[in-house]
């Protein structure tokens, strides 16, 4: 039975256990071209997306990320952010003119955009095929050992992962923040109006995690986010950027 595109975005869940069944080639360029369809800033196109089929490479990212599904699935896409590709198209000449622009914060943001909205099309595309998906922002935990498995050039940043295949499980759907949180008119709404919605969203996911079927606990969001924020992760991937010679702010 097919399903409505706003049908298949409000049933998505991420999966994180997948059968031993690879994707077709068929599959796979469904998805990369569902990819492609999505707006990109100025027409840049400013992403790669990389399919990882060398088990021996899957293995070193899983061993990185510390999820098992990053190893155990039915196709492996990492999608970085490139600016490579841009750069090389120009002379010598224009490739010094060029410099400032593509080592920018702005052009940073353009690639991560332009990734995010690719890859969120490749999820839907995945998920109307009947297939299940989970982001893997793990893939930074070493994002200096990521850059050097996929072998990734001078403004080439690896962003996220994607794990696609058939599910294995059915996990249960995790609620989302209430729409006067996340929804504001004309201005940012202040904090003190946002308050009473998360205290009762808070209620309902501590309540999903007592009761759901796998990994219950006592949490709510609240919680989550302090938890997150008190601990600094990743502070390498400032450090890599610089050295991948973007986000780098002209003096």
């Given at each position: 039975?097919?399903?409505?595109?706003?049908?298949t975005i409000m049933n998505h869940r991420s999966i994180r256990k997948f059968k031993d069944k690879k994707l077709t080639e068929e599959q796979i360029q469904t998805i990369v071209e569902a990819a492609?369809?999505?707006?990109?800033?100025?027409?840049?196109?400013?992403y790669t997306i990389i399919g990882?089929?060398?088990?021996?490479?899957?293995?070193?990212?899983?061993?990185?990320?510390?999820?098992?599904?990053?190893?155990?699935?039915?196709?492996?896409f990492v999608f970085c952010g490139d600016l490579h590709r841009t750069e090389q198209l120009g002379s010598q000449e224009d490739r010094e003119q060029m410099q400032q622009s593509l080592a920018s914060?702005?052009?940073?943001?353009v690639m991560t955009v332009d990734a995010a909205l690719a890859s969120q099309n490749a999820a839907i595309a995945a998920e109307d095929l009947g297939l299940g998906i989970c982001y893997l922002g793990s893939l930074r935990n070493d994002v200096y050992q990521v850059s050097e498995l996929l072998q990734l050039?001078?403004?080439?940043?690896?962003?996220?992962?994607?794990?696609v295949g058939y599910p294995d499980h059915e996990p249960?759907?995790?609620?989302?923040?209430?729409?006067d949180v996340i929804y504001h008119e004309n201005h940012?709404?202040?904090?003190?109006?946002?308050?009473?919605?998360?205290?009762?969203?808070?209620?309902?996911?501590?309540?999903?995690?007592?009761?759901?079927?796998?990994?219950?606990?006592?949490?709510?969001?609240s919680k989550q986010m302090?938890?997150?924020?008190?601990?600094?992760?990743?502070?390498?991937?400032?450090?890599?950027?610089?050295?991948?010679?973007?986000?780098?702010?002209a003096d």
């Open positions: 039975m097919s399903h409505s595109a706003i049908q492609q369809m999505a707006s990109t800033s100025s027409y840049v196109m400013a990882v089929t060398d088990e021996r490479i899957k293995e070193k990212l899983a061993a990185i990320s510390g999820q098992t599904y990053v190893q155990n699935n039915g196709h492996l914060p702005e052009q940073f943001i050039p001078e403004r080439v940043v690896p962003l996220f992962g994607m794990a249960e759907q995790k609620p989302r923040l209430p729409i940012y709404q202040p904090f003190e109006h946002q308050l009473p919605f998360i205290k009762d969203f808070d209620k309902k996911l501590h309540s999903y995690y007592e009761k759901r079927k796998q990994n219950n606990r006592n949490d709510n969001w302090i938890r997150k924020f008190s601990t600094p992760t990743r502070m390498d991937v400032g450090t890599f950027l610089h050295e991948k010679n973007i986000n780098n702010q």
